[in-house]
């Protein structure tokens, strides 16, 4: 490893790169009866008109000066209780305006002027596509008006917006639409009143020329809520599977949480540039486009998957984060791990749950655990930030949602029914903190939690180290199981964790040795053991012969988990556990124990030929009809390059990709009969229906096809896979076959791998989803010359760096998921990375931030690299005027 000299005096100094504790939370001052906003809507000069009715909260001081936030924003007019004040009144900088001494209740009229045009940032007003729309979470409010922008500070809005009428004919808020009417010069205007009590991050405001699709869902106690979706009109045949979602995510959240929707309308409106994924304003969500329009020619079942569980995430927020909101950003995981934790549930009832299961696990394991062992490494609950919008991270939402399961383990289903019962009536209209969230849970079942707070609390993936003994005499099979936490930023010591450790025992015979009952809820079964100490001892009497032990069955908790397993115990637990989701992990630790010996001869050269046990396991798993097609089309893909690289010391990119991409080959030739043959009996024509079964089979097939094509790529002068795949190509009626063909072409060097991308491109140029795809594909391929192509693309007239999606699909796609080309050993990708988080700051810094995370961890890395890779950190670090969000990321990872 390389020592850092002082990179301090290196960084620039931003002022405002201010850091907050959550330990210095103190409660508002002021509380806000209620709200009137008035909105002017102009391109470049919207005029915001607010009056908002203040009083002072129960134990403040009576000097206590009322503190509003407010960035952007040109102050017009400022009157308190009718009369304007006196500038000797109020300070006012780049992000507050105090007033001093305003009295125990009063009225607040505040005039600003903002330019929609100019917010490239996309939070706050802004316009996208020629449509005026709002993104207020976390502190976007501020850029509209002066506001106490903090979650705790709860109100009812009335919203007037007046626009144009030609060009925006749909005026959208939150609520119910009280009136509406006409003014002179060919302006209209819409009311809005939402009865509910909302923070200023859960508002919104849209107005476009939108087209709308309407649907009705009948609540459990009878009330039609009438449901709309709003996007451009050429996407307007793009609704349905929205709209089926919404009402299938009303149904569930009825069926299982009890949870009933209270609004006569609920509102969605697919949006082009957006920096997140969709968000939760009460009545009113705002969806990036990507996230919600989908037809069978222009999306794959990845996106109808997408949609269906994010349609799910916001809906289920109108519980777990509007009605009950958090008290500050530090809570985050309050609404979000939670609501993560409800949307996989969904997902998992309405399609495979081991398959979903498979797919959380995956990305906790390649993303999660990553940033968990490295500089950006927080607990789910930070405690301190510079940024909060650096914050919206794999550990708040996927770990968090992780230890909400556990709490679900640990407490079984009916129990943690009883404390969300119990947390949703005791919180109902107010703002709390995740312990608010933990004491329900304890107090619905009396029972005691405190050490299970530490998830809360502490940073980093606790690791297990199990040792086991069989007493053959005895008939006794004991386990010792001892959990370490390692270090990271901040915290050195950690104290143990409560882990809910699901456990079962095989026999020689793959029946299970412990139990006669059905494992299906693990949370009653007798086999999940309760980890709280540093080392802890179980013993299992009447064990008939010496076991196979299936550990951590369904991804109980999320740690590491060390196993003397052999590779022969590992194959059979492939071939024989009963729980589905260890069954695949068994397999994804048989390769990668096979993988990470290769990793380590990669240099000296050496191809070794592959284990015979592999393949065999592999094949009976292709072969296997009882099987789940999408489970077997799961089990039989290599551990990824991302995962496999948090199994080593130090990252070797070349040998990782190397050896996978061997290994590959090796499948591909040794079963090669048997890749041609289950493609053949699941290339069946049938009419694209979005269910889990018609999904498993085309992913089965283009799992099968991925690997045919290894084939041609090896032996040039044949073509009869690439026939096949262009065949696919051409005539597949779904974007899930053509985009696998596509893809599958787009990582082999030959000559119709530009012919596919042209085609493709011509064919659907005018839709701009389909569009990101084409640039998201190119820019993941690993064929040399990866760089040369991104940024010839970046001049592509369809390119825009001001488009959060496209900034994602190329530039972030090239960073994170084509790591041979991102980490070449001349530093080319990193300086090229450097180059555009620079530009990108200047426009929208949360994008830029979240790209140059792709550097954070250089430490993992070879010496040379590590130097190559701190000098582009350093650079961006340097420059003047960075953003809060990029200062952060880049400081962090330079210290940690
Ligand atoms: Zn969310």
Same mark, same amino acid.
Not at 373 to 391: K, V
């Given at each position: /490893?390389?020592?850092?000299?002082?990179?301090? *005096?290196?960084?620039?100094?931003?002022?405002?790169?201010?850091?907050?504790?959550?330990?210095?939370?103190?409660?508002?001052?002021?509380?806000?009866?209620?709200?009137?906003?008035?909105?002017?809507?102009?391109?470049?000069?919207?005029?915001?008109?607010?009056?908002?009715?203040?009083?002072?909260?129960?134990?403040?001081?009576?000097?206590?000066?009322?503190?509003?936030?407010?960035?952007?924003?040109?102050?017009?007019?400022?009157?308190?209780?009718?009369?304007?004040?006196?500038?000797?009144?109020?300070?006012?900088?780049?992000?507050?305006?105090?007033?001093?001494?305003?009295?125990?209740? +009063?009225?607040?009229?505040?005039?600003?002027?903002?330019?929609?045009?100019?917010?490239?940032?996309?939070?706050?007003?802004?316009?996208?596509?020629?449509?005026?729309?709002?993104?207020?979470? &976390?502190?976007?409010?501020?850029?509209?008006?002066?506001?106490?922008?903090?979650?705790?500070?709860?109100?009812?809005?009335?919203?007037?917006?007046?626009?144009?009428?030609?060009?925006?004919?749909?005026?959208?808020?939150?609520?119910?639409?009280?009136?509406?009417?006409?003014?002179?010069?060919?302006?209209?205007?819409?009311?809005?009143?939402?009865?509910?009590?909302?923070?200023?991050?859960?508002? @919104? =405001?849209?107005?476009?020329?939108?087209?709308?699709?309407?649907?009705?869902?009948? #609540?459990?106690?009878?009330?039609?809520?009438?449901?709309?979706?709003?996007?451009?009109?050429?996407?307007?045949?793009?609704?349905?599977?929205?709209?089926?979602?919404?009402?299938?995510?009303?149904?569930?959240?009825?069926?299982?949480?009890?949870?009933?929707?209270?609004?006569?309308?609920?509102?969605?409106?697919?949006?082009?540039?957006?920096?997140?994924?969709? /968000?939760?304003?009460?009545? =009113?969500?705002?969806?990036?486009?990507?996230?919600?329009?989908?037809?069978?020619?222009?999306?794959?079942?990845?996106?109808?998957?997408?949609?269906?569980?994010?349609?799910?995430?916001?809906?289920?927020?109108?519980?777990?984060?509007?009605?009950?909101?958090?008290?500050?950003?530090?809570?985050?995981?309050?609404?979000?791990?939670?609501?993560?934790?409800?949307?996989?549930?969904?997902?998992?009832?309405?399609?495979?749950?081991?398959?979903?299961?498979?797919?959380?696990?995956?990305?906790?394991? *390649?993303?999660?655990? @990553?940033?968990?062992?490295?500089? /950006?490494?927080?607990?789910?609950?930070?405690?301190?930030?510079?940024?909060?919008?650096?914050?919206?991270?794999? #550990?708040?939402?996927?770990?968090?949602?992780?230890?909400?399961? /556990?709490?679900?383990?640990?407490?079984?289903?009916?129990?943690?029914?009883?404390?969300?019962?119990?947390? +949703?009536?005791?919180?109902?209209?107010?703002?709390? #903190?995740?312990?608010?969230?933990?004491?329900?849970?304890?107090?619905?079942?009396?029972?005691?939690? @405190?050490?299970?707070?530490?998830?809360?609390?502490?940073?980093?993936?606790?690791?297990?180290?199990?040792?086991?003994?069989?007493?053959?005499?005895?008939?006794?099979?004991?386990?010792?199981?001892?959990?370490?936490?390692?270090?990271?930023?901040?915290?050195?010591?950690?104290?143990?964790?409560?882990?809910?450790?699901?456990?079962?025992?095989?026999?020689?015979?793959?029946?299970? =040795?412990?139990? #006669?009952?059905?494992?299906?809820?693990?949370?009653?079964?007798?086999?999940?053991?309760?980890?709280?100490?540093?080392?802890?001892?179980?013993?299992?009497?009447?064990?008939?012969?010496?076991?196979?032990?299936?550990?951590?069955?369904?991804?109980?908790?999320?740690?590491?988990?060390?196993?003397?397993?052999?590779?022969?115990?590992?194959?059979?637990? +492939? &071939?024989?556990?009963?729980?589905?989701?260890?069954?695949?992990? *068994?397999?994804?630790?048989?390769?990668?124990?096979?993988?990470?010996?290769?990793?380590?001869?990669?240099?000296?050269?050496?191809?070794?030929?592959?284990?015979?046990?592999?393949?065999? *396991?592999?094949?009976?798993?292709?072969?296997?009809?009882?099987?789940?097609?999408?489970?077997?089309?799961?089990?039989?893909?290599?551990?990824?390059?991302?995962?496999?690289?948090?199994?080593?010391?130090?990252?070797?990119?070349?040998?990782?990709?190397?050896?996978?991409?061997?290994?590959?080959?090796?499948?591909?030739?040794?079963?090669?009969?048997?890749?041609?043959?289950?493609?053949?009996?699941?290339?069946?024509?049938?009419?694209?229906?979005?269910?889990?079964?018609?999904?498993?089979?085309?992913?089965?097939?283009?799992?099968?096809?991925?690997?045919?094509?290894?084939?041609?790529?090896?032996?040039?002068?044949?073509?009869?896979?690439?026939?096949?795949?262009?065949?696919?190509?051409?005539?597949?009626?779904?974007?899930?076959?053509? =985009? @696998?063909?596509?893809?599958?072409?787009?990582?082999?060097?030959?000559?119709?791998?530009?012919?596919?991308?042209?085609?493709?491109?011509?064919?659907?140029?005018?839709?701009?989803?389909?569009?990101?795809?084409?640039?998201?594909?190119?820019?993941?391929?690993?064929?040399?010359?990866?760089?040369?192509?991104?940024?010839?693309?970046?001049?592509?007239?369809?390119?825009?760096?001001?488009?959060?999606?496209?900034?994602?699909?190329?530039?972030?796609?090239?960073?994170?998921?084509?790591?041979?080309? +991102?980490?070449?050993?001349?530093?080319?990708?990193?300086?090229?990375?450097?180059?555009?988080?620079?530009?990108?700051?200047?426009?929208?810094?949360?994008?830029?931030?979240?790209?140059?995370?792709?550097?954070?961890?250089?430490?993992?890395?070879?010496?040379?690299?590590?130097?190559?890779?701190?000098?582009?950190?350093?650079?961006?670090?340097?420059?003047?005027?960075?953003?809060?969000?990029?200062?952060?990321? &880049?400081?962090?990872?330079?210290?940690?």
């Amino acid at each position: /490893m390389t020592e850092l000299e002082k990179t301090d *005096a290196k960084l620039s100094q931003s002022a405002s790169a201010k850091m907050i504790y959550l330990s210095e939370y103190k409660k508002p001052d002021y509380q806000l009866d209620s709200v009137e906003l008035r909105f002017e809507l102009h391109e470049t000069r919207t005029r915001v008109y607010s009056r908002l009715a203040f009083r002072r909260a129960p134990g403040a001081k009576t000097q206590a000066p009322l503190k509003l936030d407010g960035s952007h924003l040109e102050l017009q007019v400022l009157k308190l209780n009718g009369e304007t004040l006196a500038p000797d009144r109020y300070a006012l900088d780049d992000d507050q305006l105090v007033i001093e001494n305003p009295g125990q209740s +009063f009225d607040l009229e505040v005039e600003t002027q903002i330019n929609p045009q100019a917010n490239t940032a996309l939070e706050g007003l802004y316009l996208s596509s020629g449509m005026f729309c709002t993104q207020c979470e &976390a502190q976007g409010f501020r850029r509209i008006t002066y506001f106490p922008d903090r979650p705790d500070v709860m109100s009812r809005y009335t919203v007037t917006v007046v626009a144009d009428k030609q060009k925006y004919p749909i005026l959208l808020s939150n609520g119910n639409k009280l009136e509406a009417g006409e003014l002179d010069n060919g302006r209209h205007w819409v009311k809005w009143q939402d009865p509910s009590l909302k923070p200023s991050y859960l508002f @919104a =405001l849209v107005a476009g020329d939108l087209a709308c699709q309407e649907d009705s869902f009948t #609540t459990m106690s009878g009330r039609e809520v009438k449901l709309q979706l709003f996007t451009e009109a050429e996407n307007i045949h793009k609704c349905d599977h929205a709209l089926m979602s919404l009402k299938q995510a009303m149904k569930w959240d009825e069926d299982t949480y009890g949870r009933e929707y209270e609004l006569d309308i609920y509102m969605i409106v697919a949006v082009n540039d957006f920096n997140m994924g969709a /968000m939760e304003n009460k009545g =009113l969500n705002v969806f990036n486009a990507s996230c919600v329009l989908a037809s069978p020619e222009t999306a794959t079942d990845q996106d109808y998957y997408r949609i269906q569980s994010i349609i799910a995430h916001e809906y289920f927020h109108n519980w777990s984060g509007n009605r009950v909101t958090c008290r500050d950003w530090f809570q985050l995981s309050l609404k979000e791990g939670f609501t993560v934790f409800r949307d996989q549930d969904f997902s998992a009832d309405l399609n495979s749950p081991a398959v979903q299961r498979i797919d959380d696990v995956n990305v906790l394991r *390649a993303h999660q655990f @990553a940033e968990d062992s490295g500089p /950006m490494a927080h607990p789910i609950r930070p405690d301190h930030y510079i940024e909060i919008s650096n914050f919206y991270t794999v #550990t708040v939402y996927n770990k968090g949602a992780e230890v909400v399961r /556990m709490l679900c383990h640990i407490l079984g289903r009916e129990g943690f029914r009883k404390g969300t019962d119990l947390y +949703f009536s005791r919180h109902d209209g107010q703002a709390v #903190t995740t312990d608010d969230f933990v004491k329900a849970m304890e107090d619905a079942n009396d029972v005691e939690l @405190a050490q299970f707070r530490n998830w809360y609390s502490q940073a980093g993936t606790p690791e297990l180290v199990v040792d086991e003994n069989y007493d053959a005499d005895a008939r006794t099979y004991s386990l010792t199981i001892r959990q370490y936490c390692p270090p990271t930023p901040g915290q050195v010591d950690k104290k143990p964790f409560h882990i809910p450790l699901a456990i079962g025992l095989l026999g020689s015979n793959g029946k299970e =040795l412990l139990s #006669t009952q059905e494992n299906t809820n693990i949370a009653k079964s007798e086999h999940m053991l309760a980890l709280t100490k540093p080392e802890q001892h179980w013993s299992f009497s009447g064990v008939e012969e010496k076991p196979m032990l299936s550990l951590g069955r369904g991804f109980s908790a999320p740690v590491k988990m060390s196993l003397s397993h052999s590779d022969e115990a590992l194959a059979f637990m +492939f &071939a024989h556990d009963t729980d589905e989701f260890n069954r695949w992990d *068994a397999g994804q630790q048989l390769a990668i124990k096979i993988m990470l010996k290769r990793i380590d001869d990669y240099s000296a050269g050496e191809a070794l030929p592959l284990e015979p046990m592999f393949i065999e *396991a592999y094949r009976s798993t292709l072969n296997n009809r009882t099987l789940d097609k999408a489970l077997v089309a799961q089990a039989l893909s290599l551990p990824s390059e991302s995962y496999l690289a948090d199994q080593c010391e130090i990252v070797d990119v070349d040998a990782i990709h190397g050896v996978r991409q061997f290994m590959r080959q090796q499948l591909a030739e040794a079963l090669a009969d048997d890749w041609l043959r289950v493609y053949e009996e699941n290339n069946v024509k049938i009419a694209y229906h979005f269910n889990a079964q018609d999904m498993a089979q085309r992913s089965l097939k283009n799992l099968c096809l991925s690997y045919l094509m290894e084939l041609d790529s090896l032996d040039q002068s044949k073509a009869e896979h690439r026939q096949r795949c262009l065949r696919q190509f051409q005539q597949g009626d779904n974007m899930t076959d053509v =985009l @696998a063909a596509l893809s599958i072409f787009n990582q082999h060097a030959m000559p119709e791998r530009q012919q596919v991308l042209d085609a493709f491109y011509n064919k659907w140029q005018h839709d701009r989803q389909v569009v990101e795809k084409w640039f998201a594909i190119q820019a993941a391929s690993s064929l040399a010359g990866a760089l040369k192509r991104v940024r010839a693309l970046m001049q592509h007239p369809a390119f825009s760096i001001k488009n959060p999606n496209l900034a994602r699909s190329l530039i972030g796609r090239f960073c994170a998921a084509n790591s041979v080309n +991102f980490h070449l050993s001349d530093g080319s990708g990193y300086r090229f990375l450097a180059e555009q988080v620079l530009a990108l700051d200047e426009l929208n810094p949360q994008i830029a931030a979240r790209l140059l995370q792709s550097l954070s961890r250089w430490r993992r890395f070879d010496p040379a690299r590590q130097i190559l890779m701190r000098e582009q950190l350093e650079r961006v670090a340097g420059h003047k005027g960075l953003s809060k969000d990029v200062y952060e990321i &880049a400081s962090r990872s330079l210290e940690g």
